[in-house]
């Protein structure tokens, strides 16, 4: 085995693009312990590769043996073989005339100068760039230089205007000036001998101790921040950490305010003191190892308090004009071209919202689109509803009522927490609920990856507000009776319960056959299943309900009408009688589905000694009666037949 070295260096790439490049790298490399790492200069792959292809032997069929002259020697022809070398194979088709194609491995130098400019060209962008006077196919950025190396061997092939070596670049500003001579050993240790750190965990390792340190050394805290470490570690190659200040006084904006201002337009990771309030303070991460002078620590001051100067001259414009006299300028803001206007979907927010949570939540829903007309959120619009929330405290609502503004966005991510008051969560669904049936109405339906009203996530917030919340609210009568919206919801359902709450297929389709109009009653209902699942005796009763499941759904209208226990048989009796005790059972699901499991004995004696399709016509048609009941019985926890059973 030979160590290969692909090395793809360019232009800056934007930091959300790179893990998807990388990942394509890897998956469509054909190596031994293929690794990808980078930063926003290049794109590395490292792999275990044979030194030549294997040789490879393939029987090539031709006509059938009945054929011969010049149709056989044709076909030799196309080939390039001789008539001699052909036998007859026989095929379960029948004899045919054919031979074995020998292929001679390949050095592997030359296979990959052949393949890697199509991979390297097929990675996936979300958006691409074209330069002509490169004569080079649609890349995120212009490529600059690419390592290949194959052991000691530089494999040769261009790209993009590029031709490959073994050369790489350093820092862009910290580095040798010039190329650097690598090989497939040294290539990391030159690089960061050059202030590059090529490995994303070690620059994310080193972040995220440089910043505890810098901001222990004053006696302050980080506030964690994992999508803005994510960032920091694709944006840098050499990553610091520093600590910076800002003046007190702007602490009397909401906190919420200026972490989003660090956050979100510096990049800065805000700080707390021990009690675990904002401090004035920030901690960057330059692109360089020190800052000896401190210039790069004052200029990160000097920008933030601009932004802090914004944002405290956007708070003051704002208090000017209260929330409540905002609603008319909702008509000039735009919900959606087809749907309408905000002031709209503020009505019909008002009307649902009271339906879900009485007057507060309405009361919520009446200001809580208001901040999109603030100056503040056009500024920062990560801010909205935030804002909504803030202001209307400031200007004298109730805790209830600013709570469920701030917070009715909630969730933005299956990883994100729901509202912390019935009122917000009543807001929160409606809000969503409406976005829902308004999109599904005109028509817009995601498909496939298009969602660009992010209705997926709109509904699956509803789902873990529902299924997490107090709100008691039977979500399909959300749906407005939209066949469509209803069907997204039941995928959407499903997602939760599998995959967030980790439940099995088989499970969550059993127990949503049972019905799903109370997530939180469907989830008390999985929790049961998965508890009793594992005892002796369930999966053995679930592949019998399926049996009879079966037996019912075969007999059509077949047994329809009242038993008549006149006609039982003694194991029938038995069943019935342990059936009824079992139905009447009280406590919660898991004791109701044990007892339903100790039903086992007396089913498998039911199919041990009855004849379901007895000759007589009212006893077949009772059995009939009997096993309908039975399913009937005991499928409002779930439906067994839906259990994969050994």
Not at 361 to 368: G, I, P, Q
Not at 370 to 399: H, R
Request: net charge neutral; glycine share 8%; hydrophobic share 40%.
């Amino acid at each position: 085995m030979l160590p290969f070295l692909l090395e793809i260096g360019c232009e800056e790439i934007p930091d959300w693009m790179i893990p998807s490049a990388l990942g394509h790298l890897r998956d469509k490399f054909d190596g031994a312990n293929v690794s990808v790492d980078g930063t926003g200069r290049r794109l590395m792959l490292r792999a275990s590769l044979e030194a030549r292809t294997a040789d490879k032997e393939e029987l090539v069929t031709g006509p059938p043996a009945s054929v011969s002259g010049k149709p056989l020697e044709g076909f030799c022809a196309k080939q390039g073989v001789k008539l001699e070398v052909l036998a007859i194979t026989e095929t379960p088709k029948g004899k045919y005339w054919s031979f074995v194609k020998k292929t001679p491995g390949r050095a592997m130098g030359e296979v990959l100068a052949e393949t890697l400019p199509g991979l390297i060209t097929s990675i996936p962008w979300p958006k691409t760039m074209y330069w002509p006077s490169l004569g080079g196919p649609r890349f995120i950025r212009p490529i600059r230089w690419i390592v290949a190396l194959l052991g000691s061997e530089v494999v040769k092939f261009d790209c993009a205007g590029v031709t490959s070596g073994s050369v790489t670049y350093g820092h862009r500003r910290l580095g040798v000036r010039g190329p650097l001579a690598v090989t497939v050993e040294n290539y990391e240790a030159v690089l960061e001998q050059n202030f590059v750190i090529v490995r994303a965990a070690q620059r994310r390792a080193k972040i995220e101790a440089e910043v505890a340190a810098v901001a222990a050394a004053k006696g302050l805290k980080a506030k964690g921040d994992a999508k803005l470490l994510e960032v920091l570690t694709y944006i840098t190659e050499y990553p610091t950490a520093i600590l910076g200040g800002f003046d007190a006084s702007y602490l009397t904006l909401p906190s919420e305010v200026l972490v989003t201002v660090m956050r979100h337009h510096q990049k800065y990771f805000s700080v707390e003191n021990a009690h675990g309030s904002l401090a004035p303070n920030f901690i960057a991460i330059m692109n360089i190892p020190s800052d000896p002078e401190g210039h790069v620590v004052n200029g990160n001051e000097r920008v933030l308090r601009a932004r802090f100067n914004d944002a405290r001259f956007f708070y003051d414009v704002d208090q000017k004009k209260p929330l409540a006299d905002r609603m008319d300028d909702l008509s000039h803001v735009t919900f959606q071209a087809k749907v309408g206007n905000y002031l709209e979907k503020t009505d019909r927010l008002v009307a649902l919202a009271r339906e879900l949570g009485g007057e507060d939540a309405a009361a919520a829903a009446r200001l809580c689109k208001t901040d999109l007309t603030t100056e503040m959120v056009k500024e920062f619009t990560d801010l909205q509803g935030i804002v909504g929330g803030l202001y209307a405290k400031t200007q004298g609502a109730s805790e209830a009522v600013a709570k469920a503004i701030y917070e009715h966005y909630k969730p933005l991510s299956m990883e994100d927490s729901i509202p912390s008051t019935p009122a917000g969560q009543a807001l929160s669904v409606a809000d969503k609920i409406d976005t829902l049936r308004s999109c599904f109405g005109v028509g817009m339906i995601p498909s496939g990856s298009k969602d660009p009203f992010a209705l997926r996530r709109a509904a699956q917030g509803v789902v873990k507000v529902l299924a997490e919340g107090s709100l008691q609210v039977a979500l399909p009568g959300l749906t407005g009776g939209d066949e469509n919206l209803a069907a997204f919801f039941r995928e959407r359902i499903e997602y939760y319960f599998r995959e967030v709450r980790g439940f099995a297929y088989d499970e969550v389709n059993a127990v949503l056959a049972a019905g799903f109009a109370d997530l939180r009653d469907t989830q008390a209902r999985l929790e049961a299943v998965k508890a009793v699942r594992p005892t002796e005796n369930f999966e053995p009763l679930a592949a019998a309900f399926k049996r009879i499941k079966n037996i019912v759904t075969q007999g059509g209208r077949a047994g329809e009408g009242a038993m008549d226990v006149a006609l039982f048989t003694e194991p029938e009796q038995t069943l019935a009688a342990a059936a009824q005790q079992a139905a009447e059972r009280t406590g919660g699901y898991a004791e109701r589905l044990a007892a339903i499991a100790a039903l086992r004995p007396h089913v498998d004696k039911f199919f041990e000694k009855v004849l379901v399709n007895d000759p007589d016509e009212k006893v077949r048609e009772n059995r009939y009666r009997f096993l309908r009941d039975l399913e009937a019985k005991f499928s409002s926890i779930a439906d067994f037949s839906e259990i994969v059973t050994s």
